[in-house]
């Protein structure tokens, strides 16, 4: 258990869906992120957020929408995807600072059909 | 163009003896260096992590090299262990955007053979 829970676990939907994934962290931590990670590919950072703040979008399509209403929990909505969006969802949180680890949740594994 | 690659897709070792897992990187401004391990329907977890400063850190049976001239680091596991078997994720960051900005390899799949 690392204190951070991502829910689903699992989710399967249709190119014309909307589904949210949700992600929340028990460790007093204010940086949230979203990561993506595709078969045989490394984890691509999509999104930070900072107090909140949204500190990165790493060039992520507009089909990816993040959503952090506070320092403990954070949201990825998602519309219209892709079959090649089918990847695992990885959310992290860390404290501030340089240098710091980040800790993981177990992820949303994504399937779009 | 991928700043940090791990060459080996997998690595299958024999229990007991030694695991060594490399890491190569192109940005010579990096200057923090991360392992993590992952199982199978977990996220990845930190392992090991290692400042520009040093050439080596140690942890139990975790070693971790740097050698910044060649701008390659490796993982050691002696002696290796079946739990050992995982995922593994090497990371880099540069600065002080820490784990803000990490940049990960695309992973090495160690085995632990009994």
């Known amino acids: 258990e690392t204190g951070v829970t991502q829910t689903p676990r699992h989710l399967v939907m249709g190119m014309t869906n909307k589904k949210s994934l949700k992600c929340e962290q028990h460790?007093?931590?204010?940086?949230m992120y979203w990561y993506k990670q595709s078969a045989k590919k490394p984890l691509e950072l999509m999104f930070v957020y900072n107090f909140k703040e949204q500190t990165e979008n790493n060039s992520v399509p507009s089909r990816f929408s993040p959503e952090c209403p506070n320092s403990s929990h954070l949201f990825l909505h998602l519309h219209t995807l892709q079959p090649e969006d089918s990847a695992l969802y990885l959310c992290a949180s860390s404290p501030q600072g340089a240098g710091e680890k980040l800790f993981f949740g177990s992820g949303t594994q994504l399937s779009v059909l | 163009d991928q700043q940090v690659k791990q060459n080996s897709p997998s690595l299958s070792v024999q229990e007991g003896r030694i695991s060594i897992l490399n890491c190569d990187y192109t940005n010579s401004m990096f200057d923090y260096f991360l392992w993590y391990k992952k199982y199978p329907a977990e996220g990845p977890t930190f392992l090991i992590s290692?400042?520009?400063?040093?050439d080596k850190n140690e942890d139990g049976r975790f070693t971790v090299f740097l050698n910044k001239s060649a701008k390659h680091l490796s993982l050691h596991i002696v002696p290796s262990q079946p739990g050992d078997s995982a995922v593994y994720f090497c990371?880099?960051?540069?600065?002080?955007?820490?784990?803000?900005?990490?940049?990960f390899g695309q992973g090495t799949r160690l085995t632990i053979n009994p």
């Open positions: 460790l007093g931590h204010n940086a």
């Open positions: 990371a880099a960051s540069a600065g002080n955007e820490g784990a803000q900005k990490l940049v």
């Open positions: 290692i400042s520009s400063i040093k």
